[in-house]
């Protein structure tokens, strides 16, 4: 049997993707992610892109070019992407572009637990949410600007408006959410105005034994990762 394919995290991919266009030392890599606006994407820290590419080397999907230093600066150790490197950045491509993972990002746990807030609490708190929303939809509608005028390659550039567009229907859904919950459509929990304590209410409609069916997960294929 051959040895199984390493499982590449967000950030190895982005490594190895700026190592397919040239050989180039981490902080070089850890530079242009930020000018590209990478960290929109990915969880980019100086000392997690160090840790990344040194795993990579121990997987040898990355190795170890040379040394330079520029006068009083510490060494920098410049890296080339393999062959291996380049298959499993492919692989891993193909995989994240053919499966929708479950990513549990944490606001819909707090969505779905709301409940447990008084009302204007949680018009308040989704209210700010909006206007978060809003700035980065606009900061990412100046990049998209920019990459016009710059006549920057489309596909340099199209998780900007796959990022709008999701950006987009978020903050459509939360208005209508809070409109419906301002002005008395959505039924809310009651809570005590003095101790801050719930009011008796009835219990959760869907019981431990009796969730909801969902269809079942479409299997993948042989040797695709987890």
């Not at 980019?44 to 040394?67: C, F, I, K, N």
């Not at 550039?157 to 959505?186: K, N």
Request: aromatic share 8%.
């Amino acid at each position: 049997m051959g040895q199984a394919r390493p499982t590449l995290t967000a950030l190895a991919v982005s490594v190895l993707a700026l190592l397919e266009e040239r050989p180039m030392h981490p902080y070089e890599m850890f530079q242009l992610l930020l000018r590209r606006n990478e960290d929109l994407i990915v969880k980019l820290r100086p000392g997690s892109l160090y840790h990344t590419v040194a795993r990579l080397a121990d997987q040898e999907l990355v190795r170890a070019e040379g040394v330079d230093r520029e006068g009083n600066r510490p060494e920098r150790t410049t890296y080339r992407i393999t062959a291996s490197g380049r298959d499993a950045l492919r692989a891993r491509l193909a995989e994240i572009l053919r499966y929708p993972a479950r990513e549990y990002p944490l606001f819909p746990v707090a969505l779905s637990e709301a409940h447990n807030l008084p009302k204007e609490d949680v018009l308040g708190l989704v209210r700010e949410r909006v206007a978060h929303l809003e700035r980065d939809l606009a900061d990412l509608d100046t990049m998209s600007d920019w990459a016009r005028t710059h006549e920057v390659e489309r596909r340099y550039w199209i998780v900007l408006p796959y990022l709008r567009a999701t950006l987009s229907a978020e903050l459509g859904w939360l208005t209508g959410f809070l409109d419906e919950l301002a002005c008395g459509a959505l039924a809310w929990e009651e809570f005590d105005p003095r101790t801050g304590a719930r009011l008796a209410g009835p219990e959760h409609p869907w019981a431990e034994d009796d969730p909801p069916e969902r269809p079942p997960v479409p299997r993948r294929s042989a040797g695709a990762a987890p």
